[in-house]
């Protein structure tokens, strides 16, 4: 490929809103079921399309597409990217103070994030989806913290874990703390607590799953680039 | 070509093009300034064949947010140079402008992962300028608290010492440990980490039925749980054999490095301030200082392993000979000690923690300075490196247990 090609010429071209799309049907050459019996024995079924089921009033319209009534599922390739983002968020091991030691407690046996699909700490920014500010942030660490979160590759979110990092907390008062993160980088949830306890930062990690599906986290309208002053 | 604009659609964070005009990426080893002291010259000036290597503040092994200059010859850590300060939230000075009682929550997460060490240094000379006498039971209670602390911290060692050096498994057992001593402390103290629990003059809440009853649950399987969790490691031949003989330091030099606590004790100097100089009721608790001669690593992780039995033995007796009375002295709600100097230390599991406390007579102390053996551990770290592989740095930074927090205060 030429790399000195215009980048919109290789764009995906998207048919108007009023324009009904072919689907893409991939048929199954590869796999059958052991039993030929199962799966209706492979007949298709009476329902076919979202209309069908909610007139059959099997489901509601909502629920349609996740009810098995029908053979596919229709929905945006955005949602299912979402889903599968918010069910496997990769936190960054990154503890700073305290809060660390109860993060830690909570990727551990009693706890267990990994039951939520918040697993595993990744040690690397380059690998990791959301940055586990826990503890402190002073003034000498402000700036390698944001050249980590600089590092992670979007689409990343920011969790504040702690008073610390939500407002200063017990450091407000002090000449050489951050008073909260958020003056730094954009922050998707705070949980407060000095420290919360693992059940609150699996509480938050929850909460921010629940943003990750909705899509109301800060990176689709965070710019690209430095977000803080150099001289931080 | 130019560096995007912030206006106007944005280029996607993936775009490579984006990523070559933005300087992120390294952390430059060789500080920004030309060398301020002769230390600093000898250090980055670089011999034939030697290299430079950054590693933190932000690395899974450094227990925090520690940073270290290698000088590397091959694999072999020629010398090395920590840079401190990525923790300092300044708690001297808050201590200097909060009032006696306030100080107890400052101090509080100088060493979290041992945090009523840290409150019970202050509380003691806090006591000493006021010339309290603090009731037995309060005595009681702060040592069989205290001790449960000293086993939670033991017992994440167990597992930080085996993660540094490859394995994952024991951390795992190790925070159980912990999470049940936390969560009874914490119906003890109300918090499982800071627990805020010691009072000038005393502690702030007796015992209650929901602690005891936790910890009667956990003293009577607690000796042979810690036992089949030493399993893992002690008679794990990969482990031992690469413990033993890592870092080792003789008498001589540990007391020049001003080593205190497990670290002294592993050398084969029988110094514990409980002993040395008893503080509480702890002339008439019956304990063994455990001492061992090697002063490696393994030395450093068995007699900490030791430790936990004797803490054990100890609460047995609190739990025995707890005598009925007050909580607290009878004290003015303003505390104003007059004018004057007091020190004390106590034997913390790391070591020696000691406070020096100015009154100048009115609520706030003039002046506070915290003495914490994780920042004096750590001044050892250069000599017990050199001529070691990089993959042993960790292994033996952890196996003197610093915590970030008390290095920085």
Avoid at chain 2, 33 to 54: C, H, I, K, S, V
Wanted: glycine share 8%; charged share 25%.
């Amino acid at each position: 490929m030429n790399p000195e090609e215009p980048a919109a010429d290789r764009a995906l071209v998207v048919p108007g809103g009023s324009a009904v799309a072919v689907p893409i049907v991939v048929r199954n050459e590869l796999w059958s079921a052991a039993d030929p019996a199962a799966y209706d024995g492979g007949r298709q079924s009476d329902i076919t399309h979202l209309a069908d089921v909610e007139a059959s009033g099997l489901a509601r319209r909502d629920d349609a597409r996740w009810s098995g009534l029908l053979e596919v599922i229709p929905t945006k390739a955005d949602y299912v990217l979402d889903l599968l983002r918010a069910n496997s968020l990769w936190p960054l091991l990154s503890g700073l103070a305290c809060c660390a030691i109860e993060m830690m407690s909570a990727a551990t046996s009693k706890n267990d994030m990994d039951r939520w699909g918040m697993f595993p700490f990744r040690a690397s920014p380059r690998q990791a989806d959301v940055l586990i500010v826990a503890g402190t942030l002073t003034t000498k660490m402000a700036g390698p913290l944001v050249r980590l979160w600089e590092q992670m590759p979007e689409p990343k979110w920011c969790v504040a874990m702690g008073d610390c990092t939500c407002s200063g907390g017990r450091y407000k008062r002090s000449y050489s703390t951050i008073e909260g993160i958020d003056r730094v980088m954009p922050v998707d949830v705070y949980i407060p607590g000095c420290p919360p306890r693992p059940e609150g930062l699996i509480y938050g990690m929850m909460k921010l799953q629940q943003v990750v599906k909705d899509r109301r986290g800060q990176w689709p309208d965070r710019a690209v680039g430095p977000t803080v002053p150099t001289d931080v | 070509m130019t560096a995007p604009s912030r206006t106007g659609p944005q280029p996607s964070a993936d775009d490579p093009r984006v990523m070559l005009d933005r300087d992120i990426g390294v952390f430059e080893p060789v500080p920004p300034y030309p060398p301020r002291t002769e230390r600093e010259a000898e250090f980055y000036t670089l011999g034939d064949g030697q290299m430079l290597l950054n590693m933190g503040p932000q690395h899974p092994s450094t227990h925090g947010v520690l940073r270290v200059v290698l000088k590397l010859d091959g694999e072999k850590v020629v010398d090395l140079d920590p840079v401190l300060g990525y923790l300092h939230r300044g708690v001297e000075k808050l201590c200097e402008n909060a009032d006696y009682h306030q100080v107890i929550s400052q101090v509080d997460p100088l060493e979290y992962i041992s945090s009523l060490f840290c409150e019970w240094s202050p509380v003691i000379a806090f006591e000493k300028l006021l010339d309290v006498d603090v009731p037995r039971r309060a005595e009681y209670i702060r040592v069989l608290s205290g001790e449960l602390n000293r086993i939670a911290s033991h017992a994440l060692f167990m597992g930080w010492f085996a993660l540094d050096l490859g394995g994952l498994t024991p951390i795992l057992w190790s925070f159980i440990e912990r999470d049940e001593i936390v969560e009874m402390l914490a119906a003890l103290t109300g918090q499982r980490m800071l627990f805020n629990y010691f009072r000038i003059g005393g502690v702030n809440g007796d015992l209650n039925h929901e602690f005891m009853s936790r910890l009667g649950d956990w003293m009577s399987r607690a000796t042979k749980q810690i036992e089949s969790n030493l399993t893992l490691l002690n008679q794990n031949e990969i482990f031992v054999r690469r413990a033993r003989g890592l870092g080792v330091i003789d008498t001589a030099g540990a007391l020049r490095m001003c080593m205190t606590g497990p670290n002294l004790r592993a050398t084969g100097v029988p110094f514990d301030v409980r002993r040395a100089h008893p503080y509480s009721v702890y002339p008439e608790l019956d304990f063994d200082v455990p001492t061992r001669t090697e002063g490696d690593s393994l030395a450093r992780y068995l007699l900490r392993m030791e430790e936990i039995k004797q803490s054990i033995r100890i609460i047995d007796q609190c739990l025995h000979q707890m005598p009925d009375g007050p909580i607290m002295a009878k004290l003015p709600r303003l505390l104003r000690p007059r004018p004057g100097r007091a020190y004390a230390a106590i034997e913390g599991p790391r070591g020696q923690y000691s406070t020096y406390a100015i009154s100048d007579g009115t609520d706030q102390p003039f002046r506070m300075r915290i003495h914490d053996p994780s920042f004096i551990h750590l001044q050892s770290v250069g000599v017990l490196m050199q001529n070691n592989l990089i993959a042993d740095t960790m292994a033996i930074m952890a196996s003197l247990d610093p915590v970030m927090g008390g290095v920085d205060k």
